[in-house]
């Protein structure tokens, strides 16, 4: 939920409970209960000396705040909601005529507000994705389509930097492979802000775009792709990395068609053994700054195959991700024709595909995020 905010859920999505009876449970009311006194006490923490002598508790302790100040807000104000209906409906049996519609009016907004603070504290209360903390690191490739793909590789790097502007995201550039007109056989980048994994981790996966290549001579349109990978950025307490377990090599940085970019070996190649992980990376101008960035990506991945190890789902999440790059394979189709772009996994359309290019994500984005929403609230019932 972090940076996220509440999305709006889907039309049908099953409330909890409906109006009538918008009650919590009493074992969540003991749950909020509990969650206020820690709230009280976290605030107390935070205002002791001691705690500001010790920057990394301090941190933690604020974190812990952050994340319950919210849950605790709307727990209050569903207390407040619950008192005004109760006083409604009590005031009700006396009233007549004008005042007894104003009355009427009361229960109705209290209600509305109680089911609407009820749907907000069920999200709030759900378990945190343990990524949710975390930058993310994206891979764009090129797949299936010749130079066409690398074309659409550095349309989506475009788009995804037009969205981390809108979001106040910040991009930095980790390595890249430029194809010989002007797109890219691979880039790699992280971006750092808040809410970025919850909204990001959704892009992951074949895209398909539909349109007239510049190659094309006779106006045909062709079907092409490429494949977004999204890891969690991992800290290096995460990753343990032993030097033993590293080979690392070095080259000379070359661009399009393999002209050298620079006289210097300052390309560096990083193979985890234990895992055979390959990362390279060549857009600095020195080794050290290379290897550095390819450490950040390498923890990454590492981290990400045993995240998927620890769910049973070693390699399955990577190939649900990636697929296998074909054009039949997709989580979304951008076509040009039509401006048109395709969520198939929520069945979304919508027909702004230059703005959804230059960085308009949001309305994607937050269906998709109110679809994970629901179906966790799904599960959870």
């Known amino acids: 939920m972090s940076g996220v905010g509440r999305a709006r859920l889907p039309a049908g999505t099953e409330r909890w409970p409906g109006p009538a009876t918008a009650v919590p449970s009493l074992v969540v009311l003991e749950r ?16 002791d000396p001691s705690l500001l002598a010790d920057q990394a508790r301090y941190q933690q302790v604020a974190k812990r705040y952050r994340e319950l100040e919210p849950i605790v807000a709307r727990a209050r104000e569903l207390r407040t909601r619950r008192d005004d209906l109760e006083a409604a409906r009590e005031m009700m049996s006396d009233a007549a005529g004008d005042e007894r519609e104003m009355l009427r009016a009361e229960v109705a907004e209290a209600e509305a507000a109680i089911v609407r603070l009820t749907d907000e504290l069920r999200l709030l209360l759900l378990p945190r994705d343990p990524n949710d903390e975390r930058n993310v690191i994206v891979e764009i490739r090129g797949a299936e389509g010749g130079e066409e793909a690398n074309l659409f590789a550095r349309d989506l790097f475009e788009m995804y930097r037009g969205f981390a502007a809108r979001q106040g995201w910040s991009v930095e550039v980790l390595g890249s492979d430029p194809s010989d007109l ?116 390498l923890r990454a991945r590492l981290l990400k195959a045993e995240q998927d190890r620890q769910a049973d789902q070693a390699s399955a999440t990577r190939r649900d991700q990636v697929g296998g790059g074909g054009r039949s394979e997709k989580v979304r189709t951008y076509n040009f024709k039509e401006n048109r772009v395709t969520d198939h996994r929520i069945g979304l359309t919508v027909y702004k595909l230059d703005k959804v290019l230059a960085g308009e994500l949001d309305d994607i984005s937050d269906a998709l995020v109110a679809d994970e929403q629901a179906r966790r609230l799904g599960e959870a019932t």
Request: hydrophobic share 35%; aromatic share 4%; glycine share 10%.
């Open 32 to 47: 909020l209960g509990e969650l206020d006194r820690e709230f009280h006490d976290v605030e107390a923490r935070l205002g």
């Open 182 to 297: 002007g797109g890219f056989n691979e880039i790699v980048f992280a971006l750092n802000g808040d809410g970025v994994w919850a909204r990001m981790h959704h892009e992951a996966g074949p895209h398909r775009v539909q349109r007239v290549p510049v190659t094309e001579s006779q106006g045909r349109i062709h079907t092409s792709s490429a494949t977004v990978t999204v890891l969690p950025e991992a800290e290096e307490v995460d990753v343990d990395l032993d030097d033993k377990d590293l080979r690392i090599d070095v080259y000379r940085s070359s661009g399009p068609g393999g002209q050298s970019v620079n006289t210097t070996d300052s390309a560096v190649r990083v193979t985890h053994l234990p895992t055979g992980t390959v990362v390279a990376m060549q857009d600095e101008k020195s080794q050290t700054q290379n290897k550095a960035k390819a450490l950040v990506v």
